[in-house]
């Protein structure tokens, strides 16, 4: 099975800070990568699709970039309402797989 | 507007059956691979199972720690995706969404959850 490990596991920051989350794969999954937002109580939401395009409606504040088996998901200007937790996927084979995620806290 | 609405869940024995269903709307349902997708409470998120379009004959994949025990179907007439679980055991505790494959290795629409909970 590929394993996706996402670092930091929990990141505190503020508002209008940049921050950078990675996802690593355990191998090559290409651009099979898919980021998630998921607030508490709430249904995972698809941010970006393929390494780094964005879903519609998706902020532009919000960039994928990567290949092969290091890939980053970085907000350029945190809002409020991005604190929550972030998850990556890889969609190459099966089993699909999820990151641990990251939970993104207000400092 | 796309909806996934999950239904079904609720509490279980260990040991016991439950079916979950996941109505469509908002979209043509059959030209969509379909997968369930769990969270144990305060976990992250497990793939359970796909089940494919009927063009790859309905085929259906699963994780490890469901095979043998769960079901993925579909009925494409109805709009509506199923996951029956068999043996159910206390670590299948969780919040259980139905989610469409975007045809962009992705999955860009999630239900509601619903939550299913094994337990005496």
């Known amino acids: 099975d590929i394993q996706l490990t996402q670092s930091p596991s929990f990141l505190s920051a503020s508002v209008g800070d940049r921050v950078t989350i990675t996802c690593r794969a355990s191998?090559?999954?290409?651009?099979?990568l898919a980021w998630y937002q998921q607030k508490p109580g709430k249904a995972p939401e698809l941010l970006i699709s393929a390494v780094s395009t964005l879903q519609n409606g998706a902020p532009s504040r919000f960039s994928g970039s990567g290949s092969g088996t290091e890939f980053t998901l970085t907000i350029s200007s945190l809002q409020p309402e991005d604190f929550a937790t972030f998850y990556c996927?890889?969609?190459?084979?099966?089993?699909?797989?999820f990151g641990q995620g990251t939970r993104l806290e207000i400092k | 507007e796309v909806q996934l609405v999950e239904s079904g869940g609720g509490l279980v024995q260990p040991g016991g059956s439950l079916r979950l269903s996941c109505a469509a709307s908002g979209f043509t349902f059959s030209y969509h691979h379909m997968d369930w997708v769990r969270q144990a409470p305060g976990k992250g998120l497990e793939w359970v199972g796909r089940i494919r379009i009927q063009r790859d004959s309905y085929t259906t994949e699963y994780a490890a720690s469901v095979k043998g025990r769960f079901t993925v179907s579909r009925d494409d007439s109805k709009n509506s995706l199923y996951l029956q679980m068999n043996s159910l055991k206390t670590e299948d505790t969780a919040v259980y969404y139905c989610?469409?494959?975007?045809?962009?290795?992705?999955?860009?629409?999630w239900g509601q959850g619903t939550l299913v909970t094994v337990s005496s």
């Open positions: 996927q890889h969609l190459i084979d099966y089993p699909i797989t």
């Open positions: 989610a469409r494959d975007s045809h962009s290795h992705s999955f860009d629409y």
């Open positions: 191998q090559d999954i290409s651009s099979f």
